[in-house]
């Protein structure tokens, strides 16, 4: 794992747009109607994915700010709080980590899209951004989670792995082929 400012970095830039990507096809599938299509999102079409990538763009900035901000370090504490460094397994402290964050970031990027994307864009008033917020976490939360969990940060670790050539992980890895 990241073990310089400058890996740090990187590892957030990999992991936010692990994130924007898979939240930004599944927000963009949901905006098309394949959710309600016979089949639901076995029947999507590639036509999601340039529009999915586009927001991604921009969404991953704001991922990195925010989860720069206060997003790492409200998951760190999550983690702290649910587990014990040194007695409890190493890979279920990195999944309380990952937990603690996705309750953070999911609301946060939930605030940012209600207000882009439903008050500025779709010019909704003001007034309904509440409602607005607790539908948009309601229905992303638990991709968020599981995205997180089973894809993005599992990616982020492999990519970054490859990138610096982590000899400890490749060791183990080849040990275990």
């Excluded at 704001?62 to 397994?89: P, Y």
């Excluded at 279920?92 to 996705?102: D, E, I, K, N, Y």
């Excluded at 605030?111 to 951004?129: D, E, G, T």
Aim: net charge positive; glycine share 6%.
């Amino acid at each position: 794992m990241p073990k310089t400012k400058t890996q740090g970095i990187i590892f957030g830039i990999i992991m936010s747009y692990a994130m924007a990507i898979g939240m930004e096809i599944y927000n963009i599938a949901i905006k098309m109607g394949f959710n309600l299509n016979p089949g639901s999102f076995s029947s999507m079409t590639n036509a999601v994915f340039p529009a999915a990538l586009k927001e991604a763009a921009y969404m991953g900035v704001f991922v990195f700010i925010f989860s720069s901000l206060w997003g790492n370090r409200c998951g760190a504490a999550f983690m702290e709080r649910h587990c014990n460094l040194q007695k409890d397994n190493p890979y279920f402290c990195q999944l309380m980590r990952q937990a603690g964050t996705v309750v953070v970031m999911c609301p946060t990027m939930s605030m940012v899209a209600s207000i882009l994307f439903n008050v500025v864009l779709a010019k909704q008033p003001v007034s309904q951004l509440p409602a607005i917020w607790v539908g948009t976490v309601l229905k992303n939360f638990p991709m968020a989670f599981f995205w997180n969990m089973f894809a993005a940060a599992p990616f982020s670790h492999w990519l970054f792995n490859v990138i610096f050539h982590d000899r400890k992980v490749l060791q183990k890895s080849t040990l275990a082929a």
